[in-house]
């Protein structure tokens, strides 16, 4: 059985197609991304601009037919975040309808974090010590704290990238001052956060955004290192500060020219540095990981396990 699974974020749109039997074994025949940018511009009066909802229109009626080009028996799409939250969500998910007969099921918050996790536990088969994986999306960002293979606590924060790229519209380069204020945005809107791991403390923290990959990317390309990341890859601590750095000091102009940096990263990578450093040194995490296993792999992972998908 051939399926694809279609993730329509607000940064990115993503599609994975794999095959599958009886017994839950699957390969993944296909895995890619496109940048639709739904929150280009700004969502003026909470709407995705026209410009950027004709981009992700386009963009997942050429995922419907390269799905169909691998034989996909079924199609699965999801939204979050931009389409989630805006007025105009929904005559997105009806264009899509109308058009190719695909139901786009529009996640809340808690579900998405949910299929995160099924995705990252896919990846890494044993999750016994405590852990808390962080997905930067676009528009959100969601927070799981799992413990011996189940999820403990889990939270979506409208923190996004491109959120906090129009909410804060930054210097080039971004400044100290800037920085802080930052921090401080996070410290008051992460207290539910700071509550939990002062209960249930963790030691490792699995990043399974885009965020983390283009982190990774970055630094194996400095190293000369093939960047085919399986299911996990660790970060070294002094790698991750030496990017941040680089990046927190960059102008827009020098990022373009980093090695390992997609384009479609350049504005939203520093914020999301920020953040994961913040997040690593206010809960003195030592130890950090990406899973290229995420959303749509935990879709996967309900499929295999013969789960009905929620509506």
């Avoid at 095959?19 to 074994?25: I, K, L, R």
């Avoid at 099924?118 to 969601?142: C, F, Q, R, W, Y």
């Avoid at 990043?207 to 283009?214: A, D, H, N, Q, V």
């Avoid at 990578?269 to 997040?279: C, K, L, N, Y």
Wanted: aromatic share 10%; with cysteine.
């Amino acid at each position: 059985m051939v399926t694809a699974v279609i993730d329509c974020g607000t940064n990115t749109f993503n599609l994975l197609i794999a095959t599958y039997n009886a017994n839950g074994e699957y390969s993944i025949v296909l895995n890619t991304k496109r940048s639709v940018k739904l929150a280009e511009g700004g969502l003026v009066d909470n709407k995705i601009a026209h410009k950027p909802f004709q981009r992700g229109l386009k963009t997942f009626y050429e995922f419907v037919e390269l799905a169909k080009t691998y034989k996909a028996k079924t199609i699965q799409a999801f939204a979050t975040s931009a389409i989630r939250d805006t007025l105009n969500g929904p005559e997105f998910v009806k264009k899509v309808l109308d058009k190719t007969g695909v139901i786009i099921q529009v996640l809340n918050g808690d579900t998405e974090a949910q299929y995160i996790y099924k995705g990252v536990n896919l990846a890494l088969s044993s999750l016994e010590k405590p852990i808390l994986i962080m997905d930067i999306g676009g528009g959100s960002t969601e927070f799981i704290v799992a413990e011996e293979n189940q999820v403990v606590w889990k939270k979506s924060f409208d923190l996004g990238a491109a959120r906090l790229l129009e909410q804060f519209k930054p210097s080039d380069p971004i400044t100290q001052e800037e920085i802080e204020q930052i921090k401080k945005h996070f410290k008051q809107e992460l207290k539910p956060l700071k509550a939990q791991l002062k209960k249930k403390p963790v030691e490792r923290l699995i990043g399974c955004s885009g965020t983390f990959e283009s982190l990774a990317e970055m630094i194996c390309a400095q190293k000369n290192q093939s960047p085919a990341f399986e299911k996990i890859y660790p970060f070294d601590n002094d790698d991750f500060k030496n990017i941040y750095n680089q990046l927190i000091n960059s102008t827009e102009k020098q990022r373009k020219e980093m090695p390992g940096l997609v384009d479609y990263r350049v504005d939203t990578i520093v914020f999301a540095a920020i953040f994961i450093r913040h997040i690593k040194k206010r809960f003195n995490i030592d130890q950090m990981f990406f899973s290229p296993y995420s959303l749509k792999e935990g879709v996967l992972s309900d499929i295999l396990s013969n789960n009905t998908v929620p509506q």
